[in-house]
């Protein structure tokens, strides 16, 4: 696995008293998605200044791309949106893009090929001051991909949208990643992160609470709600069962905890070859949510 970005022990003290990052460390690998979440405050677009060269770090490291590269030509390979799109309004979308190309000494043709990656191309000869908020994001998202970046940043990228654009920039984001683009993108929204990413690092008050897979933060065994007519022969059934935890009785439900995998079907066929019919099963998983909302809650 290439290792795109290595951040070690990183801090920012802004003035003398905002510590916005403390001591933070992580890895970014090729080919995952990778979110920072956390509230507000929590120093997500800090840390994404101090790798991008905008903001100055206080102590610690980071490297790009094995540190084989200097920064400055290492961002090269880096497109990032840390900002508001910013476009000439009266220019079309075709001339803006072809102007970054001009700048960055990249070909013409690499305009139509973004626009058209972000369903932009049958406006591409509309002026960028007509575009919605949701295309001015996509334009800049495909500015940020002219140059074919090994790796996208995005801030906040569904930020100010409605449900609809918030859809499409999620779509795209996932459709760059399947083409093979790394991404990094802060949020403070936990469905984005779970709906988006592979990975998640948990930032609270610049403290890391976690860093992980989102599958493995998000799924655990889970547990069952049951339901029965005699809730006394289905307790003691269930509690026969070598994957059960515990067993939590919750107005007319049973709550049934698991300490290994135990699918469904498996658990309705075993109570009916007990003689127990349920009225009521549903598996759960406890979601990144609550999850998150746990740990948090231990640090403040
Ligand atoms: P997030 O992006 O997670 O909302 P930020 O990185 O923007 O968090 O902010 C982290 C902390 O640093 C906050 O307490 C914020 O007020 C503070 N902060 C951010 N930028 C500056 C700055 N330029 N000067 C002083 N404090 C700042
Ligand atoms: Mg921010």
């Keep these: ?22 001591n933070l460390s992580f890895t970014i690998e090729k080919g995952n998605v990778y979110g920072i979440l956390g509230p507000n405050g ?31 030509d290492a961002l090269k390979k880096v497109g990032a949106i840390i900002e ?40 591409k000869n509309d002026k ?32 100010g949208l409605d449900p609809q654009g918030i859809r499409q920039i999620r779509d795209l984001i996932k459709l760059i990643a399947s083409q093979g683009t790394t991404i990094l993108l ?22 890391m609470l976690y860093q992980g897979s989102v599958d493995s933060i998000s799924s655990n065994d889970g547990f069952f709600e049951l339901k029965a007519n005699n809730m006394k022969n289905l307790e003691t059934e269930v509690k026969q069962l070598a994957a059960v935890e515990k067993i939590v009785l919750e107005d007319e439900k049973m709550l049934v905890y698991l300490k290994s995998e135990l699918e469904a079907s498996e658990l309705n066929d075993y109570l009916f070859k007990k003689g127990i019919i349920l009225q009521h099963l549903v598996k759960r ?13 231990h640090q403040s």
């Design 1 to 22: 696995m290439k290792t795109i970005l290595t951040i070690d022990n990183l801090n920012k003290i802004y003035g003398k008293r905002v510590h916005a990052v403390k």
């Design 42 to 72: 929590s120093g997500k677009s800090t840390t994404l200044g101090i790798v991008l060269n905008v903001v100055n770090k206080t102590s610690g490291n980071f490297e790009w791309f094995g540190g084989t590269i200097a920064t400055h």
């Design 84 to 123: 508001r799109p910013n476009f000439y309004p009266y220019m079309t979308a075709e001339e803006n893009l072809n102007l970054v190309c001009k700048i960055k000494e990249i070909p013409f043709s690499k305009t139509a090929e973004k626009l058209e990656l972000v369903g932009l191309l049958d406006r």
């Design 285 to 297: 998983k406890h979601s990144l949510e609550e999850q998150f909302l746990q740990l948090t809650n």
């Design 128 to 159: 960028f001051r007509t575009f919605s908020l949701g295309m001015k994001q996509r334009l800049a998202i495909a500015s940020a991909l002219l140059n074919d970046p090994e790796i996208l940043i995005l801030d906040e990228p569904t930020n």
């Design 186 to 207: 802060a949020s403070h929204l936990l469905d984005e992160v779970e709906k988006v990413c592979s990975h998640v690092v948990v930032l609270q008050k610049g403290v």
